[in-house]
Protein backbone atom coordinates (compact mmCIF):
# COMPACT_ATOMS: atom_id res chain seq x y z
CA UNK A 1 0.00 0.00 0.00
CA UNK A 2 1.30 3.02 -1.06
CA UNK A 3 2.36 5.87 1.95
CA UNK A 4 0.02 8.84 2.47
CA UNK A 5 2.82 11.47 2.49
CA UNK A 6 3.98 9.75 -1.43
CA UNK A 7 0.64 10.18 -2.19
CA UNK A 8 -0.01 13.65 -1.47
CA UNK A 9 3.09 14.13 -2.87
CA UNK A 10 1.88 13.39 -6.07
CA UNK A 11 -1.19 14.54 -5.37
CA UNK A 12 0.53 18.48 -5.32
CA UNK A 13 2.70 17.66 -8.09
CA UNK A 14 -0.50 17.11 -10.24
CA UNK A 15 -1.99 20.59 -8.75
CA UNK A 16 1.26 22.36 -9.74
CA UNK A 17 1.24 21.48 -13.76
CA UNK A 18 -2.23 22.60 -13.58
CA UNK A 19 -0.98 26.14 -12.54
CA UNK A 20 1.55 25.34 -14.57
CA UNK A 21 -0.72 25.18 -17.66
CA UNK A 22 -2.72 28.23 -16.92
CA UNK A 23 0.45 30.92 -16.79
CA UNK A 24 1.53 28.93 -19.88
CA UNK A 25 -1.60 29.25 -21.79
CA UNK A 26 -1.90 33.11 -20.98
CA UNK A 27 1.42 33.57 -21.92
CA UNK A 28 1.48 31.77 -25.20
CA UNK A 29 -1.03 34.24 -25.93
CA UNK A 30 0.36 37.35 -24.88
CA UNK A 31 -1.88 38.44 -21.98
CA UNK A 32 -2.75 38.80 -18.76
CA UNK A 33 -5.58 36.25 -16.93
CA UNK A 34 -8.65 35.83 -16.73
CA UNK A 35 -10.84 36.69 -13.61
CA UNK A 36 -11.81 32.98 -13.97
CA UNK A 37 -8.02 32.03 -14.86
CA UNK A 38 -7.00 33.98 -11.67
CA UNK A 39 -9.87 32.71 -9.43
CA UNK A 40 -8.05 28.99 -10.38
CA UNK A 41 -4.45 29.81 -9.99
CA UNK A 42 -5.24 31.03 -6.57
CA UNK A 43 -7.61 28.39 -5.39
CA UNK A 44 -4.52 26.53 -6.65
CA UNK A 45 -1.94 27.79 -4.87
CA UNK A 46 -3.86 27.72 -1.79
CA UNK A 47 -4.36 23.67 -2.50
CA UNK A 48 -0.69 23.45 -2.67
CA UNK A 49 0.14 25.14 0.77
CA UNK A 50 -2.60 22.74 2.07
CA UNK A 51 -1.04 19.93 0.07
CA UNK A 52 2.93 20.42 1.47
CA UNK A 53 1.86 20.88 5.17
CA UNK A 54 -0.52 18.19 4.94
CA UNK A 55 2.59 16.13 3.80
CA UNK A 56 4.65 17.51 6.42
CA UNK A 57 2.05 15.75 9.06
CA UNK A 58 1.74 12.86 7.25
CA UNK A 59 5.55 12.27 7.28
CA UNK A 60 5.73 12.62 11.18
CA UNK A 61 2.75 10.54 11.50
CA UNK A 62 4.40 8.00 9.27
CA UNK A 63 7.57 7.85 11.50
CA UNK A 64 5.59 8.07 14.52
CA UNK A 65 3.45 5.03 13.56
CA UNK A 66 6.86 2.70 12.64
CA UNK A 67 8.14 3.97 16.16
CA UNK A 68 5.02 2.56 17.66
CA UNK A 69 5.59 -0.49 15.91
CA UNK A 70 8.51 -0.87 16.82
CA UNK A 71 7.79 -0.39 20.61
CA UNK A 72 4.72 -3.12 19.92
CA UNK A 73 7.36 -5.82 19.01
CA UNK A 74 9.55 -5.07 21.87
CA UNK A 75 6.49 -5.94 23.93
CA UNK A 76 6.46 -9.10 25.91
CA UNK A 77 3.97 -11.09 26.99
CA UNK A 78 3.91 -12.33 30.26
CA UNK A 79 5.78 -15.21 30.64
CA UNK A 80 7.89 -14.69 27.15
CA UNK A 81 10.79 -12.43 29.18
CA UNK A 82 11.35 -15.96 31.12
CA UNK A 83 11.77 -18.07 27.95
CA UNK A 84 13.70 -15.78 26.39
CA UNK A 85 16.03 -15.42 29.16
CA UNK A 86 16.84 -19.31 28.66
CA UNK A 87 18.18 -18.26 25.32
CA UNK A 88 21.75 -19.08 25.06
CA UNK A 89 24.42 -17.72 22.40
CA UNK A 90 26.77 -20.70 23.30
CA UNK A 91 24.51 -23.11 23.19
CA UNK A 92 23.19 -22.18 19.66
CA UNK A 93 27.02 -22.17 18.34
CA UNK A 94 27.45 -25.32 20.01
CA UNK A 95 24.32 -27.15 18.26
CA UNK A 96 25.61 -25.01 15.03
CA UNK A 97 29.20 -27.02 15.53
CA UNK A 98 27.93 -29.83 16.28
CA UNK A 99 25.61 -30.28 13.40
CA UNK A 100 21.89 -28.53 14.13
CA UNK A 101 19.96 -26.73 16.06
CA UNK A 102 17.60 -27.61 18.75
CA UNK A 103 14.84 -26.69 21.02
CA UNK A 104 14.28 -22.79 21.73
CA UNK A 105 17.20 -21.95 19.62
CA UNK A 106 15.74 -23.58 16.81
CA UNK A 107 12.66 -21.50 17.29
CA UNK A 108 14.97 -18.40 17.55
CA UNK A 109 16.63 -18.98 14.30
CA UNK A 110 12.79 -19.82 12.67
CA UNK A 111 11.85 -16.37 14.22
CA UNK A 112 14.88 -14.53 12.79
CA UNK A 113 14.77 -16.06 9.53
CA UNK A 114 10.86 -14.53 9.38
CA UNK A 115 12.17 -10.94 10.13
CA UNK A 116 15.18 -11.10 7.64
CA UNK A 117 12.62 -12.60 4.90
CA UNK A 118 10.17 -9.43 5.41
CA UNK A 119 13.18 -7.09 5.09
CA UNK A 120 14.16 -8.96 1.99
CA UNK A 121 17.25 -10.29 3.15
CA UNK A 122 18.42 -14.09 3.68
CA UNK A 123 20.13 -15.92 7.16
CA UNK A 124 22.82 -17.54 5.51
CA UNK A 125 23.88 -19.12 9.53
CA UNK A 126 22.91 -19.19 12.72
CA UNK A 127 19.77 -16.61 12.53
CA UNK A 128 18.85 -14.28 16.41
CA UNK A 129 15.88 -12.58 16.40
CA UNK A 130 15.74 -8.84 17.88
CA UNK A 131 14.31 -9.95 20.29
CA UNK A 132 17.11 -11.54 22.38
CA UNK A 133 19.63 -8.68 21.24
CA UNK A 134 16.94 -6.15 22.82
CA UNK A 135 16.30 -7.28 26.23
CA UNK A 136 17.05 -4.22 28.32
CA UNK A 137 18.61 -4.23 31.42
CA UNK A 138 16.67 -3.14 34.49
CA UNK A 139 18.75 0.40 35.09
CA UNK A 140 18.22 0.88 30.82
CA UNK A 141 22.18 1.53 30.72
CA UNK A 142 21.78 -1.62 28.18
CA UNK A 143 21.33 -0.32 24.44
CA UNK A 144 19.51 -1.47 21.94
CA UNK A 145 21.89 -3.57 19.23
CA UNK A 146 22.95 -1.55 16.31
CA UNK A 147 25.92 -1.92 13.95
CA UNK A 148 28.17 -0.83 10.68
CA UNK A 149 29.65 -1.85 7.55
CA UNK A 150 33.35 -2.04 9.57
CA UNK A 151 35.47 -5.09 10.81
CA UNK A 152 35.74 -5.57 14.44
CA UNK A 153 37.43 -8.24 16.33
CA UNK A 154 38.07 -9.58 19.77
CA UNK A 155 39.81 -13.01 20.10
CA UNK A 156 38.90 -15.17 23.25
CA UNK A 157 40.85 -17.81 25.21
CA UNK A 158 41.12 -20.10 27.81
CA UNK A 159 45.63 -20.07 28.70
CA UNK A 160 45.53 -16.18 28.28
CA UNK A 161 43.86 -14.71 30.96
CA UNK A 162 42.84 -11.55 29.45
CA UNK A 163 40.94 -12.75 26.69
CA UNK A 164 38.55 -15.39 28.15
CA UNK A 165 40.74 -17.37 30.86
CA UNK A 166 39.46 -15.41 33.97
CA UNK A 167 35.95 -17.14 32.88
CA UNK A 168 36.70 -20.33 33.43
CA UNK A 169 36.24 -20.06 37.05
CA UNK A 170 33.58 -20.41 39.69
CA UNK A 171 33.53 -18.24 42.22
CA UNK A 172 33.85 -15.16 40.68
CA UNK A 173 30.35 -13.02 41.32
CA UNK A 174 30.62 -11.62 37.76
CA UNK A 175 32.69 -10.66 34.45
CA UNK A 176 33.94 -7.59 34.32
CA UNK A 177 33.41 -5.49 30.84
CA UNK A 178 36.10 -3.54 29.39
CA UNK A 179 35.90 0.37 28.83
CA UNK A 180 33.75 1.22 25.68
CA UNK A 181 33.00 4.61 24.58
CA UNK A 182 29.39 5.93 25.93
CA UNK A 183 26.88 5.14 23.51
CA UNK A 184 25.20 8.41 23.07
CA UNK A 185 22.78 8.99 20.20
CA UNK A 186 19.92 7.36 21.63
CA UNK A 187 19.91 9.35 24.83
CA UNK A 188 20.20 12.52 23.16
CA UNK A 189 16.77 11.67 21.12
CA UNK A 190 17.84 10.23 17.79
CA UNK A 191 15.00 8.23 16.62
CA UNK A 192 15.14 4.02 15.96
CA UNK A 193 13.04 2.97 13.09
CA UNK A 194 13.17 -1.36 13.50
CA UNK A 195 12.29 -4.26 11.46
CA UNK A 196 12.36 -2.06 8.21
CA UNK A 197 11.17 -3.71 4.24
CA UNK A 198 13.27 -2.90 1.95
CA UNK A 199 14.59 1.06 1.29
CA UNK A 200 12.65 3.75 3.08
CA UNK A 201 11.83 7.21 1.22
CA UNK A 202 10.42 10.27 2.56
CA UNK A 203 9.22 13.31 0.74
CA UNK A 204 10.90 16.52 1.55
CA UNK A 205 9.95 20.20 0.87
CA UNK A 206 13.34 21.79 0.58
CA UNK A 207 11.32 25.54 -0.34
CA UNK A 208 7.40 25.64 0.77
CA UNK A 209 5.22 27.72 -1.33
CA UNK A 210 5.28 31.61 -0.56
CA UNK A 211 2.67 34.05 -0.30
CA UNK A 212 2.76 36.71 -3.24
CA UNK A 213 1.20 40.04 -3.68
CA UNK A 214 -0.58 41.20 -7.09
CA UNK A 215 -3.20 43.89 -8.40
CA UNK A 216 -6.95 43.74 -8.10
CA UNK A 217 -7.08 41.81 -11.62
CA UNK A 218 -3.30 41.16 -12.35
CA UNK A 219 -1.59 37.32 -12.29
CA UNK A 220 0.14 36.97 -8.81
CA UNK A 221 3.47 35.94 -9.08
CA UNK A 222 4.68 32.56 -9.87
CA UNK A 223 5.96 30.90 -6.80
CA UNK A 224 8.78 27.94 -6.95
CA UNK A 225 8.81 25.62 -4.16
CA UNK A 226 11.00 22.90 -4.54
CA UNK A 227 11.20 19.29 -2.78
CA UNK A 228 13.54 16.21 -2.59
CA UNK A 229 13.21 12.74 -0.67
CA UNK A 230 15.13 11.58 2.01
CA UNK A 231 15.93 7.69 2.21
CA UNK A 232 17.04 4.65 4.46
CA UNK A 233 18.63 1.64 2.62
CA UNK A 234 20.22 -1.15 4.02
CA UNK A 235 23.83 -1.66 4.60
CA UNK A 236 25.67 -4.35 5.75
CA UNK A 237 27.49 -4.37 9.42
CA UNK A 238 29.49 -6.90 10.23
CA UNK A 239 31.98 -7.69 13.24
CA UNK A 240 33.43 -10.93 14.04
CA UNK A 241 35.19 -12.43 17.35
CA UNK A 242 37.46 -15.68 18.07
CA UNK A 243 36.75 -17.87 20.91
CA UNK A 244 38.64 -20.91 21.57
CA UNK A 245 37.30 -24.13 21.53
CA UNK A 246 38.34 -25.51 25.20
CA UNK A 247 36.40 -22.03 26.40
CA UNK A 248 33.20 -23.25 24.76
CA UNK A 249 33.93 -26.94 26.29
CA UNK A 250 33.80 -24.85 30.17
CA UNK A 251 31.59 -22.30 30.14
CA UNK A 252 28.86 -24.58 31.93
CA UNK A 253 31.63 -23.61 34.98
CA UNK A 254 31.37 -20.29 34.77
CA UNK A 255 29.17 -18.52 31.53
CA UNK A 256 30.44 -16.43 28.99
CA UNK A 257 27.45 -16.33 27.75
CA UNK A 258 26.20 -12.31 28.42
CA UNK A 259 29.98 -11.57 27.63
CA UNK A 260 30.21 -13.14 24.03
CA UNK A 261 26.48 -11.43 23.63
CA UNK A 262 27.59 -7.67 24.65
CA UNK A 263 30.99 -8.04 23.17
CA UNK A 264 29.26 -8.51 19.28
CA UNK A 265 26.41 -6.11 20.03
CA UNK A 266 28.52 -3.36 21.30
CA UNK A 267 31.44 -3.49 19.03
CA UNK A 268 28.94 -3.37 16.14
CA UNK A 269 27.20 -0.14 18.07
CA UNK A 270 30.29 1.83 18.61
CA UNK A 271 31.29 1.89 15.09
CA UNK A 272 27.90 2.59 13.49
CA UNK A 273 28.12 5.48 15.91
CA UNK A 274 31.16 6.05 14.76
CA UNK A 275 30.22 5.92 11.15
CA UNK A 276 27.42 8.22 11.87
CA UNK A 277 29.90 11.08 13.25
CA UNK A 278 32.45 10.33 10.26
CA UNK A 279 31.22 8.19 7.48
CA UNK A 280 32.17 9.12 4.26
CA UNK A 281 28.55 8.01 2.62
CA UNK A 282 30.52 6.37 -0.10
CA UNK A 283 28.94 3.08 -0.89
CA UNK A 284 28.32 0.87 1.62
CA UNK A 285 29.32 3.28 4.20
CA UNK A 286 26.85 5.01 6.07
CA UNK A 287 27.49 9.11 5.63
CA UNK A 288 27.98 10.97 8.99
CA UNK A 289 27.39 14.39 10.24
CA UNK A 290 30.63 15.90 9.67
CA UNK A 291 30.71 14.56 6.21
CA UNK A 292 27.34 15.62 5.26
CA UNK A 293 28.05 18.75 3.36
CA UNK A 294 30.44 16.94 1.08
CA UNK A 295 27.43 14.64 -0.05
CA UNK A 296 25.14 17.24 -1.33
CA UNK A 297 22.72 17.95 2.12
CA UNK A 298 24.51 20.32 3.75
CA UNK A 299 24.59 21.36 7.72
CA UNK A 300 25.69 24.58 9.09
CA UNK A 301 29.21 25.19 9.36
CA UNK A 302 30.76 26.90 12.51
CA UNK A 303 34.17 28.60 11.66
CA UNK A 304 36.45 28.49 14.17
CA UNK A 305 39.59 30.48 12.12
CA UNK A 306 41.76 30.00 9.13
CA UNK A 307 44.10 27.16 11.50
CA UNK A 308 40.73 26.51 14.04
CA UNK A 309 40.88 28.02 17.26
CA UNK A 310 39.74 27.49 20.79
CA UNK A 311 36.27 27.34 21.51
CA UNK A 312 34.41 30.76 22.88
CA UNK A 313 31.25 32.02 24.10
CA UNK A 314 30.63 33.46 21.32
CA UNK A 315 31.40 30.76 18.79
CA UNK A 316 29.39 28.09 20.95
CA UNK A 317 26.33 30.59 20.63
CA UNK A 318 26.62 30.38 16.90
CA UNK A 319 25.70 27.42 16.76
CA UNK A 320 22.12 28.06 17.96
CA UNK A 321 22.40 30.73 15.68
CA UNK A 322 22.97 29.06 12.75
CA UNK A 323 20.02 26.45 13.18
CA UNK A 324 17.95 29.08 14.37
CA UNK A 325 18.30 31.26 10.90
CA UNK A 326 17.09 28.20 9.44
CA UNK A 327 13.90 28.00 11.50
CA UNK A 328 15.43 24.83 12.56
CA UNK A 329 15.75 25.38 16.79
CA UNK A 330 13.48 23.30 17.69
CA UNK A 331 13.29 19.06 19.42
CA UNK A 332 15.94 17.53 20.97
CA UNK A 333 18.71 20.10 21.08
CA UNK A 334 21.82 19.11 22.79
CA UNK A 335 25.52 19.66 22.07
CA UNK A 336 27.68 16.94 20.98
CA UNK A 337 31.78 16.42 21.93
CA UNK A 338 34.47 14.84 22.92
CA UNK A 339 36.38 14.49 26.71
CA UNK A 340 38.99 17.08 25.08
CA UNK A 341 36.66 19.81 24.31
CA UNK A 342 34.98 19.16 27.78
CA UNK A 343 37.52 19.59 29.82
CA UNK A 344 38.69 23.07 27.67
CA UNK A 345 34.88 24.49 27.86
CA UNK A 346 35.12 23.71 31.64
CA UNK A 347 38.29 25.67 32.15
CA UNK A 348 37.61 28.61 29.57
CA UNK A 349 36.11 31.39 30.93
CA UNK A 350 32.46 33.46 29.15
CA UNK A 351 34.19 36.73 29.43
CA UNK A 352 36.14 39.06 32.02
CA UNK A 353 33.39 40.70 32.97
CA UNK A 354 30.87 37.50 33.25
CA UNK A 355 31.75 35.22 35.59
CA UNK A 356 31.50 31.32 35.17
CA UNK A 357 32.85 28.85 32.56
CA UNK A 358 31.69 27.82 28.83
CA UNK A 359 30.55 24.86 30.00
CA UNK A 360 28.13 25.11 33.62
CA UNK A 361 28.59 23.04 36.62
CA UNK A 362 25.50 21.07 35.63
CA UNK A 363 27.22 20.04 32.34
CA UNK A 364 25.23 22.37 30.06
CA UNK A 365 26.59 24.69 27.09
CA UNK A 366 24.75 28.25 26.24
CA UNK A 367 21.71 26.42 28.54
CA UNK A 368 21.38 23.30 26.39
CA UNK A 369 22.73 19.66 27.54
CA UNK A 370 26.60 18.79 26.43
CA UNK A 371 26.86 14.96 25.70
CA UNK A 372 30.67 13.26 25.91
CA UNK A 373 31.80 10.54 23.84
CA UNK A 374 35.52 9.64 22.69
CA UNK A 375 33.98 8.91 19.23
CA UNK A 376 34.10 12.06 18.71
CA UNK A 377 37.23 12.65 16.59
CA UNK A 378 39.85 14.70 17.75
CA UNK A 379 42.97 14.14 15.33
CA UNK A 380 41.42 16.11 12.51
CA UNK A 381 43.45 18.61 10.52
CA UNK A 382 42.86 22.44 8.81
CA UNK A 383 46.22 23.99 9.05
CA UNK A 384 46.62 22.92 12.64
CA UNK A 385 46.51 19.47 13.46
CA UNK A 386 44.70 17.19 16.33
CA UNK A 387 41.72 19.28 16.23
CA UNK A 388 38.41 18.25 17.57
CA UNK A 389 34.40 18.36 16.20
CA UNK A 390 31.78 19.50 18.19
CA UNK A 391 28.12 18.85 17.01
CA UNK A 392 24.38 21.01 17.87
CA UNK A 393 20.71 20.36 16.88
CA UNK A 394 18.26 18.99 17.01
CA UNK A 395 18.51 14.81 17.31
CA UNK A 396 14.76 14.24 17.06
CA UNK A 397 15.93 14.68 12.98
CA UNK A 398 18.32 11.67 12.87
CA UNK A 399 16.70 9.02 11.87
CA UNK A 400 18.49 5.19 12.13
CA UNK A 401 16.89 2.63 10.56
CA UNK A 402 17.31 -1.18 10.90
CA UNK A 403 16.70 -4.28 8.78
CA UNK A 404 15.46 -7.98 9.44
CA UNK A 405 17.12 -10.28 12.19
CA UNK A 406 20.51 -11.29 13.19
CA UNK A 407 22.86 -13.55 10.88
CA UNK A 408 25.45 -15.27 13.16
CA UNK A 409 28.03 -17.70 10.82
CA UNK A 410 30.15 -19.87 13.05
CA UNK A 411 32.85 -21.22 11.22
CA UNK A 412 34.54 -24.08 13.09
CA UNK A 413 37.04 -24.84 9.99
CA UNK A 414 39.41 -21.69 9.18
CA UNK A 415 41.56 -21.89 12.84
CA UNK A 416 40.87 -25.41 13.39
CA UNK A 417 44.52 -26.20 13.83
CA UNK A 418 44.46 -23.21 16.41
CA UNK A 419 41.91 -24.62 18.17
CA UNK A 420 39.59 -21.70 17.54
CA UNK A 421 36.35 -20.68 16.22
CA UNK A 422 35.71 -17.49 14.20
CA UNK A 423 31.88 -16.07 15.16
CA UNK A 424 30.63 -13.35 12.03
CA UNK A 425 27.52 -11.37 13.05
CA UNK A 426 26.05 -9.16 10.12
CA UNK A 427 23.31 -7.07 10.78
CA UNK A 428 22.22 -3.97 8.09
CA UNK A 429 21.49 -0.43 8.99
CA UNK A 430 21.71 3.17 8.06
CA UNK A 431 21.05 6.98 8.53
CA UNK A 432 20.04 9.78 7.55
CA UNK A 433 19.05 13.60 8.47
CA UNK A 434 15.61 14.68 8.11
CA UNK A 435 17.10 18.28 7.41
CA UNK A 436 20.65 19.31 7.66
CA UNK A 437 19.73 22.56 8.69
CA UNK A 438 18.74 21.01 11.98
CA UNK A 439 22.05 20.78 12.99
CA UNK A 440 25.52 22.65 13.07
CA UNK A 441 29.32 21.51 13.20
CA UNK A 442 32.64 22.10 13.72
CA UNK A 443 35.58 20.18 12.88
CA UNK A 444 38.59 23.19 13.76
CA UNK A 445 38.16 22.78 17.66
CA UNK A 446 41.83 23.64 19.35
CA UNK A 447 41.73 21.98 22.63
CA UNK A 448 45.61 22.54 23.62
Known amino acids: MKRKSIELQEKRKGVLEKMDAIIKTSEKEDRNLSTDEQENFNNFAKEVKDLEQRTQRA???EIRQLEDENAATKKLQPGEEKEIAKYSVVRAIRDQISGGLTGFEAEMHQEARNEASKSGLIIEGLG????????????????????DANYQFRDMTVGTTTTGGHAVETEKPSLIEGLRPELVF????????????GDLTFPRYTTLTSGTWATETGPSGETTPTFDTVSLSPK????YTEVSRQLMAQVDSFSVEQFVREDLRTTITEDLEDKMIEGTGVAPNIKGILTYSATGDSINDINFGASGG?????????????????????????YLTNPKVRGKLKTTEIGSATPGFIMATDSTVNGYPCAITTQMPSDLTKTASNLSAIIFGNWRDML????GGIDLIVDPYSLATQGMIRITINTYWDMVLRHGQSFAYSNEVITT
Open 59 to 61: VDM
Open 128 to 147: IPKMIWQRRKANNQDKTFRG
Open 186 to 197: ERLGARYLENLH
Open 236 to 239: RCVA
Open 310 to 334: APTWSNMVSFESEVASDDALKGSLA
Open 400 to 403: IGNW
